[in-house]
């Protein structure tokens, strides 16, 4: 499956969202998950992010592991979204911090 990373965390741009075929992106109040049991890891979300925030899961970046469990853990939570919103109002800024993992609420 693929997996939304640490990028996102405050900016949820959501152009991802509208182009899944099978709607499995969920969103929390800050960020998004992608539920690993509906994605067909088409990989056309990948490219619609603009920070670049969406990975396959067998090519993540040793440091954003963690958020295998945290796709997985709050898709199950979190309500389904299927069409793009405005990115959070602070989005702009956020897209250029590196290390939001703290900034996530769950
Ligand atoms: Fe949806 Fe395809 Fe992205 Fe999986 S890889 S979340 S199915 S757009
Ligand atoms: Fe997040 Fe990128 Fe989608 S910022 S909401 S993964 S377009």
Known sequence: AFVVTEACVRCKYTDCVSVCPVDCFHEGPNFLVIDPDGCIDC???????????IYDASELPPDQMEFVEINARLAAEWPVI???REPLPEAETWAEVKSKRQYLEE
């Open 82 to 84: 299927a069409e793009a």
């Open 43 to 53: 990989g056309v979300c990948v490219p619609e992010c603009p920070i670049g925030a």
